[in-house]
């Protein structure tokens, strides 16, 4: 029998659409051509096919709750990419990526190639090295924590989005200044990195945000005598108090995308920091020990707040969030949903009025 190399992208994530999609079974899987238009498709009510799945191969990385299957056929031998865009999800949690080899429904035969835990919802490629022209491969999407998630995917030569792959290189060091809202960031070039980088894009991302947003994009710059510069700077302007993310990548003469730096600021204007903090205390119990979401909603207009997660120990549990942004924004009543696929909880919290 012919042999396959699987190879399975789990994007985590949820949101609301109608019907399974139709390749739900891997008899069904969808072809995706190389270079050809983004294929939409949807996590939504899938379900798993156990027979294909080897647990405990990816145990220690991922839990397989409503998964699809996708083909891929490579015309010639060498890199391609699994572009993946517009997630739009209601728990914004990011991918999980696990390559295997092996023949589809022997799951004897799978070897793990690859095992990539958590990204965030930014638009990203995952970069699929040495795969052999003409053979056939298969693609597996998977919802994290059973939920669910609308998503574009395409199998292309070229690349879309940040590498999920990025590993930090710390090459460089990236100074970030603030006065008020204005944020000022500079960082260095050196000189090992002059002739192998053309560009450099900075990324931003708050902490309660589903994925990051570019706000600088530039090419090296030359001084009049000709010689690259290596110090550049830019500003951001900032609203929300919060940890942000930013994020330097270096794009490499041959294609290639490095994470140069990687720095935590954290944003708290000046007229918030004396401010009362109003943090939640809500007791609840699981089961089991399980990760939760967590949907913060204001009570008022059903408006959804922010999400994160948890991960619970069995029994009595105890739900700290800070609200302090949103109370001084004078939102007061608030519905807090704990829920996994198994199990939903409903709590209101109301705060106190923050003194003038």
């Avoid at 030569?157 to 792959?165: H, N």
């Avoid at 006065?179 to 050196?190: F, K, N, V």
């Avoid at 294609?255 to 809500?282: C, Q």
Wanted: net charge positive.
């Amino acid at each position: 029998m012919k042999r396959l190399t699987a190879i399975l992208i789990l994007v985590t994530s949820a949101f609301w659409c109608v019907g399974q999609v139709s390749n739900n079974a891997i008899k069904n899987r969808v072809q995706l051509a190389p270079d050809q238009p983004w294929f939409s498709s949807s996590t939504h009510n899938a379900s798993v096919e156990w027979d294909c799945i080897n647990k405990k191969l990816t145990s220690t990385c991922l839990v397989y709750h409503n998964d699809q299957w996708f083909t891929i056929v490579p015309p010639e031998t060498g890199t391609y990419y699994i572009n993946i865009a517009n997630q739009k999800c209601h728990n914004q949690q990011g991918v999980q990526i696990v390559v295997l080899e092996g023949d589809p429904c022997k799951v004897d035969s799978y070897q793990l190639r690859m095992c990539i835990s958590y990204t965030d919802q930014s638009d990203m490629h995952v970069q699929i090295d040495s795969l052999i022209g003409g053979r056939e491969y298969l693609v597996n999407i998977d919802g994290f924590l059973g939920d669910q998630c609308d998503f574009d995917i395409q199998f292309s030569t070229t690349k879309a989005g940040i590498p999920v792959q990025a590993r930090n290189t710390k090459s460089v060091i990236l100074k970030i200044a603030a006065q008020d809202t204005l944020i000022s960031l500079q960082w260095h070039i050196p000189d090992s990195l002059i002739f192998k980088i053309s560009e450099v894009s900075l990324y931003r991302k708050h902490e309660k945000e589903k994925a990051s947003t570019r706000i600088y994009y530039s090419g090296l710059q030359r001084n009049a005598l000709g010689e690259t510069e290596s110090v550049y700077s830019t500003t951001d302007t900032l609203s929300r108090r919060g940890h942000y993310m930013y994020s330097i990548y270096g794009h490499e003469v041959d294609g290639d995308m490095t994470m140069l730096a990687k720095e935590d600021f954290l944003f708290e204007p000046k007229e918030r920091r004396s401010r009362v903090k109003f943090k939640t205390n809500i007791d609840f119990n699981t089961s089991k020990s399980e990760h939760v979401n967590i949907a913060v909603f204001d009570q008022a207009t059903e408006r959804q707040l922010f999400t994160t997660t948890r991960r619970t120990q069995k029994g009595k549990n105890k739900l700290v969030l800070d609200l302090s942004e949103y109370v001084h924004d004078g939102v007061l009543f608030y519905k807090i949903v704990i829920s996994n696929k198994t199990f939903r909880q409903e709590h209101l919290y109301k705060a106190r009025k923050p003194p003038k």
